[in-house]
């Protein structure tokens, strides 16, 4: 059993920046990769990022490539989303995601922070 939980969202003006922080319980999380995603009202969740369980091996979508870093830290059970030059687009709830590849939606999600971008 792993549970998540998502927290670092926010309001901030378009240009800012934010850090959002996933705590996970269980033993096993060294093991998994770790993802997020975000969903915006009328539309599907839609990946951001993901990372390997060793930290190995990054992978983004190309709307956030080059302005958002997945990071994490086995020691802490957390897995961290840095997200600079944020735009109005970005705004969404945002989920933690923990499966056994980077490359497949996981089995395990959080509750979702909210984040908000002002123009």
């Known amino acids: 059993q792993v549970q998540l939980v998502e927290s670092g969202g926010g309001l901030v003006q378009a240009g800012g920046s934010l850090r959002l922080s996933c705590a996970a319980s269980g033993r096993t999380f060294s093991r998994y990769a770790m993802g997020w995603f975000r969903q915006v009202p009328g539309k599907e969740r839609e990946f951001v990022a993901a990372?390997?369980?060793?930290?190995?091996?990054?992978y983004y979508a190309d709307s956030v490539k080059g302005r958002f870093t997945i990071s994490r830290n086995n020691a802490k059970n957390t897995v961290y989303l840095q997200m600079n030059s944020l735009k109005p687009e970005d705004t969404a709830v945002y989920y933690c995601n923990a499966g056994p590849s980077p490359t497949v939606v996981g089995p395990y999600w959080g509750q979702g922070t909210q984040v908000t971008v002002s123009s």
């Open positions: 990372i390997s369980w060793n930290g190995g091996s990054t």
